[in-house]
């Protein structure tokens, strides 16, 4: 399988291998990389010879992504890539209340209690094994409002051969987002960068264009890298397989949304021929998405803080992903829903959830949970897609319920690891003098 740039045409001879794509993780014309076509698969796909309808997330995952290993280097070793990228659960958890139930597909079961686990713990599995050769260390470079550094660093932490740098802003990260972005191992630099997130991508950008990048190999980490983006198709494979059999009925799925790479993970395994079945984009108050498809320009907008901080996105790059797939305005609308949901809607869901179903919800997946109330015509066969652990986000959500939220294993072994950061001002120099140190020590 070749991948080629949203912004080739259709003639273009400049398509790339999986490795190349993954090591690079944006095309030279700036695009983003895709599959040249998507393999198709019916059920029966995922029978094993052997056992009848495969079950496991590890099967459906050997068999969905092996179209895409074909020339890969890696080919031979997607079992084991597979086996360290899911080595924690994704179920659906049914929450019963007086008058419905809550179906909710768990995503954050992985060691930073957010979805992002599975594409990080994905793309260094492959980078490990690609780079292990190379005399020439690769780093990869992370800018974090807050969720992503962190389940980065603890999937590279300790893997031989790489480097990575967080760059997070320094004050404006949560106290358990701050543990998880500096608790790593001597190949994980975390940097405070004293300014803001844009501060942090800024310097990221300009350390990537350098000269020569001044000696160093880079890579990016960020969700526009197609090596995030395909494990996280897995997951729907496998819930809307598993629910599909059980009841003949294709599931809906309500997905959080900011730079849309989860939700266009169900787009893709839908394409792909899995029963998925209609797809809702819920955004927060960052609505470029939801005014879009209703007939507004694709205008990038400054991100607005929310409670939902993870989905403050001003322009979703995953766009240019569905827009090159799927169509203009008129035609997505088609193919997918959208709504925005504000942090009193939030604030609201999460009390309700927690009276309701006893279940308490992370501000991400609440307004995801918001938005399957207001349908007009709810089916019962929904998933919400629940994308981060509540505690991770306690400061917001136990004022709320009036309880303690009891910490995820994984995230309670975090936590008790030390700090250890660097503060630094925002500039491109400076990131490279601190850079320089580490690789010297
Ligand atoms: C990153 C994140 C999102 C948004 O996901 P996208 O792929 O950027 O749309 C939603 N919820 C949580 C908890 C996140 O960390």
């Not at 800024?202 to 890298?225: E, H, Q, T, W």
Request: charged content about 20%; hydrophobic content about 45%.
């Amino acid at each position: 399988m070749q991948f080629l740039s949203t912004r080739a045409t259709s003639e273009d001879l400049s398509a790339v291998s999986l490795d190349k794509a993954l090591v690079r993780g944006i095309a030279s014309d700036g695009g983003l990389f895709l599959p040249v076509s998507f393999p198709h698969f019916t059920i029966d796909s995922f029978d094993t010879a052997s056992n009848g309808p495969a079950d496991s997330l590890q099967t459906v995952a050997n068999v969905l992504l092996a179209p895409f290993f074909e020339s890969s280097q890696l080919r031979d070793e997607l079992p084991s890539i597979v086996d360290e990228t899911f080595n924690f659960d994704i179920p659906v958890v049914e929450h019963r209340g007086s008058s419905t139930t809550l179906r909710l597909l768990e995503l954050f079961h992985g060691p930073t209690a957010a979805f992002k686990d599975v594409g990080a713990r994905f793309l260094s599995a492959c980078l490990t094994r690609l780079e292990h050769a190379n005399s020439e260390p690769l780093t990869v470079l992370v800018a974090t409002s807050g969720d992503t550094g962190g389940a980065v660093a603890a999937a590279f932490d300790g893997q031989p051969g790489m480097r990575v740098a967080v760059l997070y802003p320094n004050g404006r990260v949560s106290d358990r987002q701050a543990q998880q972005l500096s608790c790593w191992s001597d190949n994980v630099l975390s940097l405070a960068v004293n300014g803001s997130f844009d501060d942090c991508q800024a310097i990221v950008k300009a350390a990537m264009a350098a000269d020569d990048s001044r000696g160093y190999r880079f890579s990016s980490a960020n969700s526009i890298n197609i090596g995030r983006l395909l494990p996280q198709a897995i997951y729907y494979a496998h819930a809307s397989l598993h629910y599909f059999r059980k009841t003949s009925c294709r599931p809906d799925f309500f997905i959080p949304t900011g730079n849309l790479g989860n939700a266009f993970a169900a787009y893709i395994a839908r394409a792909m021929g899995l029963p998925v079945g209609d797809i809702t984009l819920v955004t927060n108050a960052n609505r470029l998405i939801v005014d879009f498809l209703e007939g507004a320009p694709w205008l990038t907008r400054d991100s607005v803080t929310t409670l939902a901080n993870a989905m403050d996105v001003g322009n979703a790059s995953n766009m240019e992903r569905l827009r090159a797939h799927g169509g203009d305005a008129s035609t997505l609308r088609q193919q997918v829903s959208a709504m925005s949901v504000n942090d009193e809607q939030i604030s609201a869901e999460i009390a309700r959830s927690f009276r309701e179903f006893g279940v308490a919800l992370c501000p991400h997946t609440a307004t995801a949970v918001h938005a399957w109330r207001q349908q007009e015509k709810p089916t019962p066969h929904q998933i919400i897609v629940a994308t981060a652990h509540a505690a991770k986000f306690e400061q917001i959500v136990e004022p709320i319920i009036g309880e303690t939220i009891p910490l995820p294993p994984a995230l309670s072994h975090i936590l008790e690891r030390p700090q250890r950061f660097e503060e630094i001002a925002p500039s491109v120099d400076v990131f490279f003098d601190a850079l320089n140190a580490w690789f010297q020590s």
